[in-house]
């Protein structure tokens, strides 16, 4: 199978747990990526936020958004806001650091928009 489809296969699954917040099957698909030899891209990590997002677990968030960055992806304004790292912020009602999130945010040269 092309690279092409084989991401459209793990994106069109890794959609299916942002939606219902499974989490740790988000996770576990980035893993599975990886381990293919596929790189994720803001599209996949998004995703997992997201899902982190819906189920309140907020510090995995952090911690998934850390890999992110680890991993070289670049964070951008949708990683970092609207329904991803800022969304599990406020449904973990961590207001001190999501104010923390929104300085790194602008410090990176990230422009926030009106979702973040």
């Known amino acids: 199978m092309s690279y092409e489809l084989i ?8 959609t299916a747990a942002r939606k219902r917040g499974i989490w740790r099957w988000g996770v576990r698909l980035l893993n599975k990526m990886e381990e293919k030899g596929l790189k994720p891209d803001t599209r996949e ?3 997992v936020l997201v ?7 907020t510090s995995a968030a952090v911690q998934i958004f ?3 960055m680890e991993q070289g992806e670049k964070p951008t304004v949708i990683s ?5 790292l800022l969304s599990a912020m ?9 104010g923390q999130v929104w300085k790194h945010m602008v410090k990176v040269g990230v422009k926030p ?3 973040a």
């Open 113 to 115: 928009n009106l979702y």
């Open 80 to 84: 970092y806001g609207y329904g991803a």
């Open 45 to 47: 990590w998004k995703a």
């Open 7 to 14: 991401v459209s296969h793990f994106n069109v699954l890794l």
């Open 66 to 68: 850390k890999r992110m």
């Open 51 to 57: 899902a982190f997002s819906k189920a309140s677990e």
């Open 90 to 98: 406020e449904e973990g009602k961590l207001y001190d650091e999501a």
